[in-house]
């Protein structure tokens, strides 16, 4: 479904179009009226508009039998003409330079270079947790790709240089694109465990032999996330606790 914004542009393109071909129709019509030759009212309607005249070889108009009022009347129409493609140009121009500003070049290059990839390890969503993950493991020289639904974190990536594919890693598609099938592992790290879940069901599903780890917020979800396919599944804060745990015991002890 169009958006109200795309709603107005395709009708005043509509408008634009059926505006230059009345024009241009009245062209041929008035030119037609003088010559009384079809042929020459539109080879001079093309020609203002196109430029044909060295292609169609059509006899030319004889402006000066033309009266005063013809001429003037001729001249208004070639002005018309000259008009329409201005519009039409200029239309086309503004055509693709909006398609080129819609295509995101970092995603596309971001998908291309996904698909030659082979042992690397899939993040699913960027959190503080996967923030750590990417810096560990580019420490380690490990290859990541990183699935983000976010645009504006999808652009971080990219700046940053990480390979990252804008997308919802709980679709079958997103995660094709992600090469699971030649992954070593796939993490689930959003901060939305259910969205973990979901993730985790589907990619178990697509590739049952797939190693998934996960992150869960609540302890009583990791046996879901077990069952889902998940081998390893943690809490972060749990794990924050017992390490910060072990520093206090070890300070007093």
Known sequence: MLSPSEEVTTRLIVLVVAAVMIVLSASVYYLYTITGNTYIAAYFTLSTLFDYSTITGAS???????SAPQF?????????????????????????????MSIDIRTKMGSIAARSIRGHIVLCG????????????????AKFIIIEKSQDKVDLLSDIGYKVIAGDFTSDEVLKKAKLETARAAVFVSDD??????????????????????????ESTIPKMHRAGAELCIVPEVLAGLDMGDFILAKVS
């Open 126 to 141: 960027y959190s503080q947790l996967a923030e750590r993950l990417c810096v560990d493991m580019q420490k380690r020289g």
């Open 72 to 100: 003037d009347s001729t001249l208004a129409v070639f002005v018309m003409d000259g008009l329409a493609k201005a519009v039409l140009v200029g239309f086309v121009i503004a055509a693709f330079i909006n398609a080129l």
């Open 60 to 66: 030319s108009l004889n402006l000066s039998s033309l």
């Open 193 to 218: 465990e259910y969205t973990n879940l979901l993730g985790i069901v589907t990619a178990h599903h697509l590739y049952p032999e797939l190693r998934i780890a996960a992150k869960a917020k609540e």
